[in-house]
């Protein structure tokens, strides 16, 4: 029978010449060739388990030679320990009872002098119309393989070793935004173990009113964009709220699709704590800058009512004089009950999320009073220019109230005697704009560049902590606003501009 097309095509892909499959040996050369290229050990074993054929890669694995591997039995080719522990011998017995294939298995070999391999091995049987005529052992090297998976598993472990013991929550999901994994800190700062969440949307964790924004956080890192940290309160198992700083990065498959989101959050519990501790000893530094100037104001009015009480204690016979001197020492009380009120409301601690709606216009005039005495004694004009309607704006008063202390006291800092301070409002576009401007030595390029950093401080050690400026900053962020420096000329001069959204104003 005349070669046909596929005899032909498979001849030259093996860089054969045509002419050789025109021969009685051409299958027989065939499979020869493909024994020799194969990527497999083979062994070609008959009935009495002596090996009929080897091909190439098993002589080179096994460090042999053709002639002393062929006619051999199996039990002269494998060490006694791997036959004992693969039965190898009994099951080639029952494949050639029963013609059926040997499952694969594993087996580790090593040739003397040589490090050790790894295969995976099948016996397959040949069967004729006379039964099983041969069985051919196939192998394939594993080695690396299973060193891989062996690495990979190494890297496994030590990765889950990191994540289990991070004390930020580490928390996967898959591409709905559902929980695939929960490390220990995820449980321990929220009370939930990972069999409580699995397969729960990593927003329903979060707070209510903020659960819609981080499922907009997920589906845009499943849209491939970036997504900066975000702040966003988990809702522990107790009920209550826990600061949770979020950073975010994408799992992809084998193709590159974004497939998961990693979260990792960082519980700011104890930063939150310690920031309201730094507030209120920065409240409690204000208060002694301001102590000389209260105690001066708090004198007048006394000494005036101590004057009208001496007066009543010589009971003067004139009942208009008489009802004059009630009314100085009840101006004198009333005076002095302001100045303390004031006082007291500054340095009460408050949370930040204590908002209400406020009139910046009267929350800047009240806190100018309380620092009026401060400017008389250095003798600085301090200058209010507000406009006569409201500026609503929603915040917690005392804690704005000491983000405009500390401009003002800070503009005392820099100005000189008979100098200016000016605290002024404007309202532009949809923000309340507020100034303190001061006509002191204004700053250097280089210092304005750090005014905001924590612990930067330009005033002699022991004077300052440098934490004022950084707090402030820290604060109106909290409000959703923004502080910075709009004009500041060496030796002319500083203007800080703290904006904050409006409010809307009632009907």
Known sequence: MPPNRADIGLAQALGLPVSAILSDGWYQKLCEMLLRHIPYSIVLIDPAQRVVLANRNFIEKSRRTEANTVGLRIRDIFPDSILETTQLEAKINRLFDTGSTVSGAQITYRAPGFPSRIFYYTVIPITSGRGVQHAILVMDDITEKVQLIEKARVAERHLASVIESAQDLVISTDADGAITSWNAAANRISGFHAGEVHGQPLADLCEISRRPEMVGVIAQLIDGERVDFREINLLNKSGSLVPVDWSFSTIRDDSGMVSGVVAVGRDLSERRALERHVQQSEKLAALGVMAGGIAHELRNPLSVSYSAAQFLLEEPTDPAFQKECVQKIIEGIERSSIIIENLLRFARPSSSSDTEPLNLVALAHDTVTVLTPQA????????????????????????????????????????????????????????????????????????????????????????????????????????????????????????????????????
């Open 376 to 507: 008389k004694l250095q003798r600085i004009s301090l200058i209010e220019d507000f406009p006569q309607a409201v500026v609503p704006i929603s915040g917690n008063p005392n804690l704005l109230q000491q983000v405009l202390m500390n401009l003002i006291l800070n503009a005392y800092q820099a100005t000189p005697a008979e100098g200016r301070v000016t605290v002024s409002i404007s309202r532009e576009a949809a923000s309340a704009v507020l100034r303190v401007s001061d006509t002191g030595s204004g700053m250097s390029p280089q210092l304005l560049g750090r005014i905001f950093d924590p612990f930067f401080t330009t005033r002699p050690a022991g004077q300052g902590t440098g934490l004022g400026l950084s707090i402030c900053h820290t604060l109106v962020k909290q409000h959703g606003g923004v502080i910075a420096v709009e004009s500041s000329v060496e030796g002319v001069g500083t203007t800080f501009v703290l904006r904050l959204p409006l409010a809307m104003e009632a009907e």
